[in-house]
């Protein structure tokens, strides 16, 4: 094989090891979890505030895979799955949407003892 064939098999090998990265779920750790009103809207919302750490990986996250829809789960399940318009970089989020009554505070409540496994994810198929 020549110089210039060993280098394209690299790349690939190089672009096929770093998506295949990106596909793994990140697992954030969540400093506080609380259900407080949105100053906007008034609903009741899920405030996750991150670690300094997760905050970083969840800024990068985010910045990469900006106009992809993404799968926020809790324990294995999706909680919510938005379309991210521009790259989270306060290390908040804050979850919305239609839950059954006490549904925000249940999760809150297990996040907050440590109980819980927050992931996000690209979401394998992606919406048009």
């Known amino acids: 094989m020549n110089s210039l064939a060993r ?7 190089m672009l096929l090891a770093c998506g295949l990265a990106m596909a793994e779920p990140l697992t954030l750790a969540i400093a506080k979890a609380a259900v407080v009103s949105d100053q906007t809207s008034g609903q009741m919302v899920l405030s ?3 670690t300094a750490d997760s905050a970083k990986a969840f800024a990068d996250f985010t910045k990469a895979n900006v106009g992809k829809v993404v799968d926020l789960s809790v324990d294995g399940a999706v909680v919510a799955s938005p379309r991210l318009v521009e790259p989270i970089l306060g290390g908040e989020v804050m979850l919305n949407g239609t839950f059954a009554a006490g549904e925000l ?9 440590g109980g819980a496994k927050v992931t996000v994810e690209v979401k394998t198929e992606q919406p048009l």
Do not use: E, G
């Open 48 to 50: 996750l505030k991150m």
């Open 105 to 113: 505070q249940r999760l809150a409540d297990r996040i907050s003892t």
């Open 7 to 13: 280098l394209i098999a690299a790349v690939a090998v």
